[in-house]
């Protein structure tokens, strides 16, 4: 079983700042077969980024998914006020196909 | 347009038998490479990957709960069914259906809040 730990546990940053979210993997991603989504309270997730970097429709190019192996990084360029949520990852690679626990960026 | 909607009850005692049921349209579970997954989250924690049926039935499960899940589709009625045993009140949360791609989780499903208590 692949075990993805996320970090930081919260981000708290302004509009306009970067933001850099991590997702490790206890073992390597097969395919780099790693996905992020994006929740906002109330709502369901949404699908973020597949493969690693390859961005899911509706979501614009502030969001670069990036890493291969064990190592994953999600960066919003540019955070916009719609962008405060809480961040996923997820491997498909293997069954389970674990989720690790949440990046929440927050305003500051 | 694919949509995914989970139903069954919103209360359930505990060491009873929890069945929802998630009902779809925009796709058909006989296609290759498509599958129906359940994923659920307590309140305000993370998400939890519980099971997966492929198109040609082929199962997968969490194995912290193997033992207590079964899952089963009927291609008909466009409809996978989830059966939880033995529930608890840390079972307690909203639980998603959603659509796969090869095993990529890309539709989700609006989620139904369940919760144990007696």
């Known amino acids: 079983e692949i075990v993805l730990t996320q970090s930081p546990g919260t981000l708290s940053l302004s509009p306009g700042e970067r933001a850099t979210l991590s997702c490790r993997a206890s073992?390597?991603?097969?395919?780099?077969?790693l996905a992020w989504y994006q929740q906002k309270p109330g709502q369901a997730p949404r699908l973020l980024i597949y493969n690693a970097s390859s961005r899911a429709t509706g979501f614009p190019d502030r969001f670069i998914g990036s890493g291969s192996g064990t190592d994953f990084t999600l960066t919003i360029s540019r955070l916009e006020p719609e962008d405060f949520a809480v961040y996923y990852c997820?491997?498909?690679?293997?069954?389970?196909?674990?989720f690790g626990q949440g990046t929440r960026v927050e305003i500051k | 347009q694919i949509t995914l909607k989970e139903s069954g009850p919103t209360l359930v005692k505990p060491t009873q038998t929890l069945t929802l049921t998630c009902t779809f349209s925009?796709?058909?579970?006989?296609?290759?490479?498509?599958?129906v997954a359940w994923i659920r989250q307590p309140p305000g924690k993370a998400l939890e990957w519980l099971a997966l049926i492929y198109w040609d039935d082929d199962n997968h499960y969490s194995p912290f709960l193997k033992s207590r899940l079964t899952l089963t589709k009927d291609t008909s009625k466009n409809q996978v069914v989830l059966t939880m045993t033995n529930m608890d009140p840390v079972d307690t949360a909203t639980y998603y259906c959603?659509?796969?791609?090869?095993?990529?989780?890309?539709?989700w499903g609006q989620g139904t809040l369940v919760t144990v208590s007696s």
């Open positions: 959603a659509h796969t791609s090869g095993w990529l989780v890309d539709f």
């Open positions: 925009g796709f058909s579970l006989s296609t290759t490479a498509v599958g």
């Open positions: 997820q491997q498909y690679a293997t069954a389970p196909c674990a």
């Open positions: 073992q390597s991603v097969g395919r780099n077969y």
